[in-house]
């Protein structure tokens, strides 16, 4: 129900691709973001409604150079955020981003569970053969 007023607010509203730009970055650089998985969500539904702002941008590159900035971070990095980090995980799969996948497939070995389901969620939606093939090199160059 929640998901569903916010993409009717979206829809009515008529944003075009800057406006919603920059509720994306209102939204996950806002005070309410939290790094810590506990305190992430402050309402229900916050990383649907970041895909539902994505969906809407068409071609546009902002999404996936996001993205693919975020992934790479470290928890040993100052600007680390685990909340982006999630956030960035479900786009990849929203997005598509082939280029994710090995970033996707070392989370599934996190220890929070909400970024495992995440990850196989967006490698579900990713798709194809980088998919398949990606825990085989994942593995063989761990071993």
């Known amino acids: 129900m929640l998901q569903n007023n916010f993409e009717a607010r979206i829809s009515v509203q008529r944003?075009?691709?800057d406006d919603r730009w920059a509720m994306f970055v209102h939204l996950v650089y806002g005070d309410e973001l939290s790094n810590e998985?506990?305190?992430?969500?402050?309402?229900?539904?916050?990383?649907?409604?970041?895909?539902?702002?994505?969906?809407?941008?068409?071609d546009d590159e902002r999404?996936?150079?996001?993205?693919m900035e975020i992934l790479p971070r470290?928890?040993?990095?100052?600007?680390?955020?685990?909340?982006?980090e999630l956030i960035a995980v479900?786009?990849?799969?929203?997005l598509r981003l082939t280029e994710a996948t090995p970033y996707l497939i070392a989370l599934l070995h996190d220890d929070n569970r909400e970024m495992v389901e995440q990850a196989v969620r967006s490698l579900s939606r990713i798709?194809?053969?980088a998919v398949i093939e990606a825990p085989d090199r994942w593995f063989a160059d761990a071993g």
């Open 90 to 94: 479900s786009l990849s799969g929203v």
């Open 74 to 84: 470290t928890i040993n990095e100052n600007n680390y955020n685990r909340g982006r």
């Open 15 to 17: 944003l075009d691709v």
């Open 127 to 129: 798709g194809g053969d």
């Open 37 to 58: 998985f506990d305190d992430f969500y402050p309402w229900p539904g916050f990383v649907e409604r970041v895909e539902c702002l994505f969906r809407g941008m068409g």
């Open 63 to 67: 999404p996936v150079r996001w993205v």
